[in-house]
Nanobody
Framework: VQLQASGGGLVQTGGSLRLSCAAS????????MAWFRQGPGKEREFVGA????????YYADAVKGRFTLSRDKAKNTVYLQMNSLKPEDTAVYSC???????????????????????WGQGTQVTVSS
């Protein structure tokens, strides 16, 4: 399994970026996909996730209303559209995949780092003030 993240860069406050995570070696219908981020001097934190069904409505409070996830199952790709970016969004953004082993997963479970078996290499997002 490989996860390839791309799309990071330098943007001014209020700007937008779109990240992509292309997955290979896994079946889209069997994996939940998520984005996490780790800012300088901070712990890794959950950003958002899409379920195996393609529903992408799991978001961290810090990004709700500004970030939007989408999933193209045919392309095995998950996108993270980031709008109204703030300096505190500066981080390395990584995508991750978790095999779905139960019919129902809570929102809290979806945000847990330990669920995710596979991780991409990360892409740097820097928001200047």
């Amino acid at each position: 399994v490989q996860l390839q993240a791309s799309g990071g860069g330098l943007v001014q406050t209020g700007g937008s970026l779109r990240l992509s995570c292309a997955a290979s070696g896994l079946t889209a219908s069997s994996y939940d996909m998520a984005w996490f981020r780790q800012g300088p001097g901070k712990e890794r934190e959950f950003v958002g996730a899409c379920s195996v069904s393609g529903t992408c409505n799991y978001y961290a409070d810090a990004v709700k209303g500004r970030f939007t996830l989408s999933r193209d199952k045919a392309k095995n790709t998950v996108y993270l559209q980031m709008n109204s970016l703030k300096p505190e969004d500066t981080a390395v953004y990584s995508c991750a995949a978790a095999p779905r082993r139960s019919v129902f997963v809570t929102a809290n479970e979806m945000s847990r780092t330990e669920r995710y078996n596979y991780w991409g290499q990360g892409t740097q997002v820097t928001v200047s003030s």
